[in-house]
Structures are given as structure tokens and as C-alpha cells.
């Protein structure tokens, strides 16, 4: 069994990253800028923000967080996107979701300026995605892909079972398995609440992704040998040994399954850091793309 170790592949990532953003400052060219606007003050959205912040700074990139209350209206949330699309100095931003329940968020997704839109949840962005078109992927699907690739996990005509079909995570992870190319040309199941016998889906997959919310749902018994395991749940559970109050359980009954997984990532230390570095690279890419359109090509 090897452990697909997403915080040193975060790493690796952010060092690359660094090392272009240091060639800009030698450049005396402008350095990418990524905002986050977090409406509300709910305790894991605050945690996420804080780090995709304290991210940007580790690699160079200038950041600002647009904090608003928790009150805060759609119309108030669209004037401030309105004024994110029309800042130049910023080429990407995110609204963290999820959003305060008198706020759309369809509505606030598809304000947000596609090209700035660096977390690929505009419509037209996941359209492209969906079309195999160069577009913005959604950072958590990208940085699964990329902990494929970099441990070179064979995906090619492998049942993928993915388990949860939220717009964030389990859509396009179905999606970006079944394109063409590598990591891809899997065949894909999308499971969800609805889903009958799971137990015999699972058992039949050569890659499950878990990405339900549910702690420790993944047994060793829905699993065969040799079985690859992404684990997308990150959950607060209460635990009062713990210093926070609490501890960050995966989806995955972690300890049993993977005595039977090939490859399987851990919770804490697998795919949140990739999320992070993703969107870095996301954000690295919008200046790019903002530059050449500045610069009329
Ligand atoms: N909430 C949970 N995951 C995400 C994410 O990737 N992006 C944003 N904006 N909000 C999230």
C-alpha cells in the first residue's frame, strides 16, 4: 500500500509555483493576485480561506479577503463581485461557499466573471470542462488529477466509482475520469443517495471517490484487494481529546480499507492540500490569461 502524500505533492506544486513567481519579480512584472470574499462566519469556511491566503503568500502571490457579515444581501454580494470583475489588479477570486441561505448561489456563480473565475464554477467554464476545452478546472477534481498523474496511478479502463455528484467535487470528478487521456478513459459510475446496492458498485471498483461528508462511510467490506482510494470528506467531529474540540474524519474507514488499497490518500495530509495548491495554479493561469488579453493577443 503507498500513501498518496498530498501535502508533500502540495509542496513540490507550490515550490514550482514560487520559482515563477520569483522569475516575475526578477521581471519587475506584476505577480498573480487571488481574492476570496467569505460571507458569514461559519468555522471550517473561515479555516479553508485562511488557508488559501496564508498559500498565496507562501508562494508570492499578493491576495486580498473580502470579508462581509453573515446578513449580507444577494444584491450587496453582486455589487461586490461586480467590483471584483471590473479591479484589474485582480485576475481571480472565489466566493466561498457555502453562502448565507437569503443568497442564491447559482446567482452569485454566474456573476462572477468567467475569466476571473478561478474555482470553474461558471457555467461556461464547466461547460468547457465538460467539452474538453482549455478552461479553469474546479480545484478539488484538478488537484485528484494531479495526485494521479505525479504517482503515475494507471486509470485507463478502470471501473471509477464515484461516490456523491455535488457541482464541487463528485460531477466533474465524473466527468474528468471519462475524458480522453491520461488520468481519464476510466469508466465511470456516479453514485448518490439514491444509488442501490452500493456495496456491490464499490466491490466491483478499481478506484472509489468518496466525496459524501459522511464519516468512516467506506468499509473494508465495499472494497476489493488492490482497490485505489481517493477520500475527499473532510468532517468536523466532535472529540473532546482533541485540543480544537474536534477532529477532521474522511469519508473513509481509513485504518480498515487501507490494509486492502494499493494507493489511498490520507485525512488530514491527501487531497485538502491539493485543493490549495490547485487553485494557485488556477490563479496562475488567470494572469496569464488576463496579460495576453491586456496585451491584445
Ligand atoms: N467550499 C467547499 N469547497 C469549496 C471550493 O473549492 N471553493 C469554494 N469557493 N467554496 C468551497
Known amino acids: 500500500m503507498e500513501i498518496l502524500d498530498g501535502r508533500k505533492i502540495s509542496n513540490q506544486i507550490k515550490d514550482e509555483i ?23 462566519n461559519d468555522g471550517a469556511s473561515l479555516t479553508y480561506v485562511g ?24 444584491l450587496e454580494l453582486l455589487n461586490k463581485i461586480k467590483e471584483l470583475n471590473n479591479d484589474d489588479d485582480i485576475d481571480g477570486f472565489i466566493v466561498q461557499l457555502p453562502l448565507p441561505k437569503q443568497i442564491d448561489t447559482q446567482k452569485v456563480l454566474m456573476a462572477v466573471d468567467p475569466e476571473k473565475d478561478v474555482d470553474g464554477f461558471h457555467p461556461m467554464n464547466f461547460g468547457k470542462m465538460a467539452l474538453d476545452m482549455s478552461t479553469f478546472i474546479p480545484a478539488t477534481p484538478f488537484g485528484i488529477l494531479e495526485l494521479l498523474e505525479r504517482y503515475e496511478v494507471e486509470t485507463k479502463g478502470k ?25 481519464g478513459n476510466s469508466t465511470v459510475t456516479l453514485t448518490h443517495s439514491h444509488t442501490r446496492d452500493l456495496k456491490d458498485i464499490t466491490r466491483n471498483a478499481d478506484i472509489v471517490i ?12 465495499m472494497v476489493k484487494d488492490g482497490v ?11 472529540d473532546e ?55 491584445g493577443k
Do not use: W
Open 51 to 74: 488557508s488559501k491566503v496564508k498559500a498565496c503568500e507562501r508562494v508570492g502571490f499578493e491576495s486580498t479577503l473580502v470579508r462581509m457579515p453573515n446578513t449580507t444581501s444577494e
Open 159 to 183: 471501473n471509477t466509482v464515484v461516490i456523491g455528484r455535488s457541482h464541487i467535487v463528485g460531477r466533474p470528478m465524473s466527468i474528468l475520469m471519462g475524458r480522453k487521456g491520461f488520468p
Open 241 to 295: 481529546t482533541a485540543k480544537k474540540g474536534y477532529r477532521i474524519a474522511g469519508d473513509v474507514d481509513f485504518d480498515e480499507v487501507s490494509k486492502k488499497a494499493s494507493y489511498i490518500t490520507p485525512v488530514p495530509g491527501g487531497v485538502g492540500p491539493m485543493t490549495i495548491a490547485m487553485l494557485l495554479k488556477n490563479t496562475l493561469l488567470a494572469r496569464e490569461r488576463h496579460r495576453a488579453v491586456k496585451a
Open 18 to 40: 514560487a520559482a515563477q513567481v520569483a522569475k516575475m519579480k526578477e521581471r519587475g512584472e506584476k505577480v498573480p493576485h487571488l481574492a476570496a470574499v467569505l460571507v458569514g
Open 210 to 221: 468518496t466525496a459524501l461528508g459522511q464519516p468512516e462511510f467506506l468499509k473494508a467490506d
Open 228 to 238: 485505489v482510494v481517493i477520500d475527499v470528506g473532510i468532517t468536523r467531529v466532535p
